[in-house]
């Protein structure tokens, strides 16, 4: 019996292996052609973008665009599933991509005709473009829903031993993978290689591919030791237009700016994101005004850009502001919210109960490199389909974990994970009722003493279904208790948190240890209700967005303010439990349930403030 | 990330001495742990510099600019303190994510020691 499971568990790992193998990775020189004799077989072309009109194709982009590893893309939702609840946000990352590409040859042809950058050659459009086009690569379905696995499928790539850096973005950690492991690629960026003129015989096509993954990654610094500081002075305006670098920098007389770069990516996704969705409908009279003057000025690149130190690129003045005000009008309204919350913290969960498998069949089967093909088989799938493989992991994981996983709390976590598969179709109906949910304050008695703390619930009675949400202010005040609780000092605190927060950005289901999380809350609540099984839904971005937030946190009681003021829609978590609950049984689940909060931060705290608790 | 600059901070201190060229320090950030260890901290210099701003803010280092050469001095009591608590973090959470943050600085000071040694 035993082997007969493992037998399903090993089918399945190379199933994933072999969709990877055979789709994105097998060698396309015989099905394609892009030159035959010297000559190209693939021309030019161009291709009508709804924000720009015709935007013309060179040879090589049109080639790069056949490839299935990248035409992957064409099948990939810009903004994941937020079509579902606005139903226009349904274009694709290949879309963008192409948009990014045309934006940063126009600006390329600007910088080249206003001087700004001396010395400006051909070989830096094709370096740019192909850059522009593969910029988004990596991205999985589901795109920035996962990203909240990052730190776990990096930590997959390092066991290959010669991946470099730790990328904190998911899609750049996998479009580096893509880059230098994938042989489709390889091959491909290979042929776009023989394009270059000058620099064709300054560098091999290994430091080619270096210098479009050193771009995308957007690192100031080489994170490959064939960079040389020429190579980076081109690397970092080429950067520079298609995104930015962190860093604060003087970049005027008077003007400074936390971030410096043109930032096509952006110029682009924040009007090819607010048309689709039709956001402008959603904006005041006024705003609304502002925002199409903005994407007049956006789309004709009527704005001042900045060469510093002749070696990086930047927009200055009045336009910067305007996109600055209005990129958080408009993140708040696509890209947060309770829903995008829930729905990123749903789908987080369900993608790494699946790679939790794979890992865990991985780690006695296969290699590090078959193991990571096997993650990527899976990650790179079109939307539908890692619905599909996500169900037929888990559905097998719900009835055979115990054979894959010792830890009692990892395999509760994994086998429970399959029955939220149910509820991703009905996400709309969720959504919809997650716009209003009923506001709670409840005494809660937590081991540091007892608290009123202030949150949201709601049943789901179509779906049978309740939701208990994790408001940033229950967090501050839980924080604000224990800390209490025992005097420490501002420094002390403050690492605590950043620790925290940087942590779960990294590695959220560990440091939190989710797994234990869960399985003390479902003990608890089973000896006050019947029958209600509960699942523990961590929310990326609360950590991400705070994390953020830290730099202009110097106190602890900016920490607790900034929590209650800046994340009133970015909880940081839910509670789902699978079956409605009656006020009675509502008022029984809430004190397990941040009994169990405050236990693991007193585990995260351990020893070192001395925490001792009151009997 | 200004906990991870802060470990990197003390125990870089701990080989070179408590007060030391802000050059040699980024040379070890980006370098000897970014390159050779194969893991970023920080975007870009600037990324580091903002950390460093806010270290002395919290009082754990003071930074002294003479002609173009800045000079890290730490500050023992509250540095080693916070230094110690990212150590112990990742061990408390069971993060190999995070320990492996941890071990790879730690690799970097081991050659730096190492090297430190050789040219005594």
């Given at each position: 019996?035993?082997?007969?499971v ?23 020189d ?40 990248v ?32 934006r ?6 600007r ?5 700004l ?6 070989d ?6 192909i ?13 920035h ?26 899609d ?46 957007e690192?100031?610094?080489p ?6 500081d ?24 008077n ?30 009279p ?54 995008r ?7 987080t969960?369900?993608?790494y109960?699946?790679?939790l ?9 296969a290699s ?20 599909e ?5 888990l ?14 709390h990892?395999?509760?976590?994994v086998?429970?994970s399959?029955?939220?598969l ?24 937590t ?11 709601i049943?789901?009675?179509?779906l ?7 408001s ?6 839980i924080?604000?208790?224990i ?5 420490m ?15 779960a ?8 240890n ?24 961590l929310?990326?971005?609360f ?14 009681d900016e920490f ?24 009675s ?9 941040f009994?169990?909060?405050?236990n ?16 | ?48 510099y903002?950390?460093?701003e806010y ?5 754990a ?23 110690k608590?990212?150590e ?22 081991s ?5 430190q040694?050789?040219?005594?």
């Amino acid at each position: 019996m035993i082997s007969n499971v493992k037998n399903i568990f090993r089918d399945l790992f190379y199933e994933l292996v072999g969709h990877y193998e055979y789709n994105f990775a097998r060698r396309i020189d015989e099905e394609l052609k892009y030159k035959e004799g010297g000559q190209k077989i693939i021309q030019s072309g161009s291709v009508i973008d709804p924000l720009y009109g015709e935007i013309n194709l060179p040879d090589y982009i049109r080639y790069l665009t056949f490839i299935p590893i990248v035409s992957r893309l064409s099948e990939i939702r810009q903004l994941a599933h937020t079509y579902l609840f606005l139903p226009g946000a349904s274009h694709t990352r290949l879309e963008h991509s192409l948009g990014v590409m045309y934006r940063s040859k126009k600006i390329l042809d600007r910088v080249k005709n206003d001087n700004l950058i001396p010395n400006i050659t051909d070989d830096d459009y094709i370096i740019v473009q192909i850059a522009s086009l593969l910029h988004d690569l990596g991205h999985p379905a589901w795109g920035h829903s996962l990203d909240g696995i990052t730190g776990y499928v990096v930590h997959l790539l390092k066991e290959l031993g010669d991946f470099p850096s730790f990328p904190r973005k998911l899609d750049i950690a996998i479009s580096i993978y893509l880059i230098l492991y994938n042989d489709q690629l390889k091959k491909a960026i290979d042929g776009c290689f023989q394009e270059l003129k000058d620099l064709r015989n300054k560098i091999d096509t290994e430091r080619f591919r270096k210098v479009i993954a050193q771009i995308i990654a957007e690192e100031e610094n080489p994170i490959f030791d064939e960079l040389d500081d020429s190579i980076m002075k081109k690397v970092h305006y080429l950067t520079t237009i298609i995104g930015s670098y962190r860093g604060k920098r003087k970049i005027g007389d008077n003007e400074y700016r936390d971030k410096v770069g043109i930032d096509t990516d952006r110029l682009d996704w924040i009007i090819r994101d607010s048309h689709h969705a039709a956001i402008d409908k959603k904006l005041d009279p006024d705003t609304r005004k502002d925002f199409e003057k903005f994407r007049k000025k956006n789309i004709e690149d009527d704005f001042e850009i900045r060469p510093i130190k002749g070696e990086f690129l930047t927009i200055s003045g009045e336009f910067i502001n305007v996109m600055d005000g209005l990129r958080e009008t408009i993140y708040s309204l696509v890209y947060e919210g309770l829903e995008r919350s829930f729905i990123d913290s749903l789908l987080t969960r369900l993608a790494y109960a699946v790679i939790l498998v794979l890992d865990n069949i991985g780690e006695t089967i296969a290699s590090p490199t078959t193991k990571a093909r096997s993650v990527m088989g899976y990650l790179l799938m079109q939307d539908f389909l890692l619905k599909e493989y996500t169900n037929k992991v888990l559905s097998i994981a719900e009835d055979y974990a115990h054979i894959l996983i010792e830890d009692e709390h990892t395999r509760n976590f994994v086998k429970k994970s399959g029955n939220l598969l149910r509820i991703v179709g009905y996400i709309p109906y969720i959504a919809d009722l997650l716009k209003d949910p009923s506001p709670v304050t409840a005494t809660v008695s937590t081991v540091f003493g007892g608290i009123d703390l202030r949150f949201e619930r709601i049943n789901l009675p179509a779906l049978n279904k309740a939701i208990l949400i994790l408001s940033a202010s229950a967090v501050a005040d839980i924080f604000e208790l224990i800390m209490n609780f025992r005097q420490m000092k501002n420094e002390d605190l403050l690492i605590f948190f950043k620790n925290m927060m940087t942590g779960a950005r990294v590695d959220m289901f560990q440091v939190f240890n989710i797994y234990t999380l869960e399985y003390e809350m479902q003990s608890d609540i089973e000896s006050r209700i019947n029958e209600a099984d509960l699942y523990v839904l961590l929310n990326y971005y609360f950590f991400r967005k705070i994390d953020d937030e830290f730099k202009n946190i110097k106190r602890a009681d900016e920490f607790y303010k900034s929590l209650r003021r800046n994340l009133t829609k970015t909880p940081m978590g839910f509670i789902l439990f699978d079956r409605i609950l009656a006020e009675s049984e509502w008022k029984k689940v809430y004190d397990p349930i941040f009994a169990s909060v405050c236990n693991q931060i007193r585990r995260m705290l351990g020893e070192t403030f001395n925490v001792t608790i009151q009997s | 990330m200004w906990n991870y600059t802060a470990y990197m901070l003390w125990k870089y201190s701990e080989i070179v001495g408590e007060s030391f060229n802000l050059r040699d320090f980024v040379n070890f950030v980006f370098v000897e742990v970014g390159r050779k260890q194969r893991i970023f901290f920080h975007d870009g210099e600037r990324d580091l510099y903002g950390d460093l701003e806010y270290l002395k803010d919290l009082g754990a280092i003071t930074l002294k600019s003479e002609g173009n050469t800045v000079t890290i001095r730490v500050k023992k009591d509250v540095l080693s303190r916070i230094a110690k608590e990212v150590e112990e973090f990742p061990k408390r959470v069971k993060s190999d994510v995070l320990k492996d943050y941890i071990n790879r600085i730690n690799r970097a000071l081991s050659d730096l020691a190492y090297s430190q040694r050789v040219l005594k």
